[in-house]
Protein backbone atom coordinates (compact mmCIF):
# COMPACT_ATOMS: atom_id res chain seq x y z
CA UNK A 1 0.00 0.00 0.00
CA UNK A 2 1.27 3.65 -0.97
CA UNK A 3 1.63 6.11 1.81
CA UNK A 4 -1.33 8.86 1.13
CA UNK A 5 1.43 11.45 2.52
CA UNK A 6 3.55 10.13 -0.09
CA UNK A 7 1.15 10.68 -2.78
CA UNK A 8 0.18 13.94 -1.69
CA UNK A 9 3.47 15.25 -2.15
CA UNK A 10 4.51 13.62 -5.25
CA UNK A 11 1.18 15.05 -6.51
CA UNK A 12 2.71 18.67 -5.08
CA UNK A 13 5.60 18.43 -6.53
CA UNK A 14 4.37 17.07 -10.66
CA UNK A 15 1.62 19.86 -10.56
CA UNK A 16 4.58 22.47 -9.34
CA UNK A 17 6.05 21.75 -12.78
CA UNK A 18 3.03 23.52 -15.09
CA UNK A 19 2.66 26.15 -12.00
CA UNK A 20 4.99 27.44 -9.74
CA UNK A 21 7.78 26.37 -7.10
CA UNK A 22 5.79 24.92 -3.54
CA UNK A 23 6.71 25.46 -0.24
CA UNK A 24 9.10 22.70 1.84
CA UNK A 25 7.27 19.50 2.14
CA UNK A 26 7.77 19.55 5.76
CA UNK A 27 3.72 18.83 5.72
CA UNK A 28 4.44 15.29 4.33
CA UNK A 29 8.41 14.92 4.99
CA UNK A 30 10.81 15.39 7.81
CA UNK A 31 14.14 16.99 6.55
CA UNK A 32 16.40 13.83 6.42
CA UNK A 33 13.55 11.54 6.03
CA UNK A 34 15.66 9.33 3.35
CA UNK A 35 13.22 6.50 2.76
CA UNK A 36 10.61 8.84 2.11
CA UNK A 37 12.09 10.81 0.03
CA UNK A 38 13.27 8.19 -2.14
CA UNK A 39 9.44 6.53 -1.68
CA UNK A 40 7.91 9.94 -3.18
CA UNK A 41 10.55 9.74 -6.20
CA UNK A 42 9.74 6.31 -7.05
CA UNK A 43 6.08 7.32 -7.14
CA UNK A 44 6.38 9.99 -9.93
CA UNK A 45 9.29 8.00 -11.70
CA UNK A 46 6.42 5.50 -12.26
CA UNK A 47 3.40 7.97 -12.92
CA UNK A 48 6.16 9.72 -15.77
CA UNK A 49 7.16 5.97 -17.25
CA UNK A 50 3.33 5.03 -17.52
CA UNK A 51 2.96 8.56 -18.86
CA UNK A 52 5.80 7.43 -22.11
CA UNK A 53 8.79 8.80 -20.90
CA UNK A 54 11.84 6.72 -20.63
CA UNK A 55 14.40 6.45 -18.28
CA UNK A 56 17.74 6.38 -20.05
CA UNK A 57 20.33 6.67 -17.03
CA UNK A 58 21.18 8.10 -13.57
CA UNK A 59 22.39 11.71 -11.84
CA UNK A 60 24.37 11.44 -8.84
CA UNK A 61 24.09 14.48 -6.23
CA UNK A 62 25.10 15.74 -3.62
CA UNK A 63 29.01 14.32 -4.25
CA UNK A 64 31.01 16.91 -2.32
CA UNK A 65 31.50 16.81 1.50
CA UNK A 66 30.26 20.70 1.77
CA UNK A 67 27.00 20.09 0.32
CA UNK A 68 26.31 16.62 2.22
CA UNK A 69 27.18 18.64 5.30
CA UNK A 70 24.98 21.72 4.71
CA UNK A 71 21.85 19.86 4.10
CA UNK A 72 23.00 17.79 7.39
CA UNK A 73 23.73 14.07 6.11
CA UNK A 74 26.93 11.88 5.06
CA UNK A 75 25.80 10.72 1.86
CA UNK A 76 25.05 11.65 -1.69
CA UNK A 77 21.48 11.35 -3.47
CA UNK A 78 20.46 10.05 -6.96
CA UNK A 79 17.76 11.28 -9.66
CA UNK A 80 16.27 9.61 -12.55
CA UNK A 81 17.41 10.85 -16.07
CA UNK A 82 14.47 10.68 -18.69
CA UNK A 83 15.04 10.76 -22.82
CA UNK A 84 12.88 14.62 -22.98
CA UNK A 85 15.97 15.86 -20.36
CA UNK A 86 18.42 15.13 -23.04
CA UNK A 87 19.11 19.01 -25.19
CA UNK A 88 21.77 18.05 -27.81
CA UNK A 89 25.27 19.93 -27.87
CA UNK A 90 25.21 23.02 -29.12
CA UNK A 91 21.00 23.13 -28.69
CA UNK A 92 18.68 25.97 -26.94
CA UNK A 93 16.63 25.32 -23.97
CA UNK A 94 14.04 27.80 -23.56
CA UNK A 95 14.16 29.61 -20.10
CA UNK A 96 10.21 29.35 -20.50
CA UNK A 97 10.87 25.27 -19.58
CA UNK A 98 12.57 25.50 -16.24
CA UNK A 99 11.49 27.37 -12.84
CA UNK A 100 14.40 28.51 -11.08
CA UNK A 101 17.24 26.79 -13.18
CA UNK A 102 20.95 26.59 -12.42
CA UNK A 103 23.32 25.03 -14.59
CA UNK A 104 26.65 22.47 -13.48
CA UNK A 105 29.51 21.65 -14.79
CA UNK A 106 29.60 17.49 -14.86
CA UNK A 107 31.46 14.53 -15.46
CA UNK A 108 29.74 12.10 -17.20
CA UNK A 109 29.99 8.54 -18.24
CA UNK A 110 27.67 6.09 -20.68
CA UNK A 111 28.26 2.44 -20.38
CA UNK A 112 29.24 0.39 -22.03
CA UNK A 113 28.58 -2.97 -19.87
CA UNK A 114 25.60 -3.85 -16.64
CA UNK A 115 26.46 -3.10 -13.66
CA UNK A 116 24.33 -5.62 -11.26
CA UNK A 117 26.86 -5.64 -8.61
CA UNK A 118 25.68 -3.93 -5.28
CA UNK A 119 29.33 -4.18 -4.23
CA UNK A 120 30.09 -2.46 -7.05
CA UNK A 121 34.12 -0.58 -6.56
CA UNK A 122 35.75 2.03 -8.58
CA UNK A 123 37.62 -0.37 -10.85
CA UNK A 124 34.60 -2.09 -11.67
CA UNK A 125 32.60 0.83 -12.46
CA UNK A 126 35.73 2.24 -14.58
CA UNK A 127 35.84 -1.15 -16.83
CA UNK A 128 32.06 -0.65 -17.39
CA UNK A 129 32.73 2.84 -18.72
CA UNK A 130 32.50 2.90 -22.81
CA UNK A 131 32.81 6.85 -23.07
CA UNK A 132 33.68 10.02 -20.70
CA UNK A 133 31.44 12.93 -21.34
CA UNK A 134 31.95 16.53 -20.73
CA UNK A 135 28.74 18.10 -19.24
CA UNK A 136 25.91 20.09 -18.33
CA UNK A 137 23.01 19.35 -16.07
CA UNK A 138 21.04 21.97 -15.65
CA UNK A 139 19.31 21.95 -12.14
CA UNK A 140 16.26 22.83 -11.20
CA UNK A 141 14.04 23.08 -8.22
CA UNK A 142 10.13 22.72 -7.79
CA UNK A 143 10.80 23.85 -3.75
CA UNK A 144 10.31 27.82 -3.76
CA UNK A 145 13.83 29.99 -3.52
CA UNK A 146 15.52 26.31 -3.70
CA UNK A 147 15.14 26.02 0.38
CA UNK A 148 15.34 22.67 0.14
CA UNK A 149 16.51 19.78 2.84
CA UNK A 150 17.64 16.75 1.85
CA UNK A 151 14.27 15.03 1.57
CA UNK A 152 13.17 17.96 -0.75
CA UNK A 153 15.48 17.55 -2.99
CA UNK A 154 15.61 13.75 -3.21
CA UNK A 155 11.37 13.13 -3.78
CA UNK A 156 11.82 16.33 -5.97
CA UNK A 157 14.04 13.91 -8.68
CA UNK A 158 17.38 15.24 -7.33
CA UNK A 159 16.21 18.32 -8.21
CA UNK A 160 16.89 17.25 -11.81
CA UNK A 161 15.40 19.12 -15.21
CA UNK A 162 18.05 19.02 -18.22
CA UNK A 163 21.35 17.75 -19.50
CA UNK A 164 24.09 18.44 -22.23
CA UNK A 165 26.83 15.78 -23.23
CA UNK A 166 29.50 16.85 -25.46
CA UNK A 167 28.72 15.00 -28.74
CA UNK A 168 31.91 13.02 -28.64
CA UNK A 169 32.97 11.10 -26.08
CA UNK A 170 36.50 9.79 -25.01
CA UNK A 171 37.74 6.54 -23.65
CA UNK A 172 38.29 6.37 -20.30
CA UNK A 173 42.02 4.72 -20.70
CA UNK A 174 44.26 7.32 -20.64
CA UNK A 175 41.95 10.24 -19.04
CA UNK A 176 43.00 11.96 -15.51
CA UNK A 177 39.57 12.43 -14.71
CA UNK A 178 40.46 13.48 -11.02
CA UNK A 179 42.69 16.16 -11.12
CA UNK A 180 40.47 17.70 -14.44
CA UNK A 181 39.87 21.15 -13.61
CA UNK A 182 36.98 22.88 -14.94
CA UNK A 183 36.29 26.57 -15.82
CA UNK A 184 32.90 27.71 -16.12
CA UNK A 185 32.80 31.17 -17.61
CA UNK A 186 29.21 33.30 -18.22
CA UNK A 187 30.05 35.85 -21.49
CA UNK A 188 33.62 35.71 -21.01
CA UNK A 189 33.63 35.54 -16.80
CA UNK A 190 34.37 33.10 -14.72
CA UNK A 191 32.02 32.14 -12.49
CA UNK A 192 32.94 28.54 -11.28
CA UNK A 193 36.05 26.26 -10.59
CA UNK A 194 36.40 22.56 -9.74
CA UNK A 195 38.33 19.63 -10.31
CA UNK A 196 37.43 15.88 -10.92
CA UNK A 197 38.70 15.36 -7.05
CA UNK A 198 35.84 16.48 -5.48
CA UNK A 199 33.15 14.32 -6.52
CA UNK A 200 33.67 11.80 -3.70
CA UNK A 201 37.50 12.03 -4.12
CA UNK A 202 37.09 10.68 -7.59
CA UNK A 203 34.52 10.64 -10.55
CA UNK A 204 34.55 7.08 -10.26
CA UNK A 205 33.99 6.60 -6.38
CA UNK A 206 30.80 8.74 -7.31
CA UNK A 207 29.90 5.95 -10.28
CA UNK A 208 30.86 3.08 -7.86
CA UNK A 209 28.53 4.98 -5.31
CA UNK A 210 25.52 4.97 -7.85
CA UNK A 211 25.85 1.76 -9.07
CA UNK A 212 25.55 0.20 -6.06
CA UNK A 213 23.25 1.98 -4.55
CA UNK A 214 20.86 0.85 -7.81
CA UNK A 215 21.74 -2.94 -7.39
CA UNK A 216 20.80 -2.76 -3.93
CA UNK A 217 17.76 -1.42 -4.86
CA UNK A 218 17.07 -3.90 -7.60
CA UNK A 219 17.36 -1.21 -10.76
CA UNK A 220 20.62 -1.70 -11.51
CA UNK A 221 22.59 0.46 -13.73
CA UNK A 222 22.77 -1.14 -17.37
CA UNK A 223 24.82 -0.98 -20.36
CA UNK A 224 24.00 2.07 -22.55
CA UNK A 225 22.74 4.34 -19.68
CA UNK A 226 23.88 7.62 -19.04
CA UNK A 227 25.88 8.76 -15.83
CA UNK A 228 25.88 11.99 -14.34
CA UNK A 229 28.54 11.44 -11.47
CA UNK A 230 30.58 14.39 -10.97
CA UNK A 231 29.47 17.75 -10.39
CA UNK A 232 32.16 20.14 -10.68
CA UNK A 233 30.53 23.36 -10.13
CA UNK A 234 27.14 25.15 -10.32
CA UNK A 235 26.20 28.70 -11.46
Not at 70 to 81: A, M, T
Not at 195 to 209: D, F, R, S, T
Request: aromatic fraction near 6%.
Amino acid sequence: MTNPAHEAAARALRDAYSKEPIPPMRQWLDPVDIAGAYAVQAINTRFWVEQGRRIVGRKAGLTAKAVQTQLGVDQPDFGVLFDDMMIPDGGTLDPARCLQPKAEAEIAFVLGADLPDPNTTAEMAGAAVATVHAALEIVDSRIADWKIAFADTVADNGSSAFYVLSKVGKPLDGLDIYSAGMVMEINGQIVSLGAGAAALGHPLNAAAWLASTLAQRGEPLKKGDVLLAAHLGRW
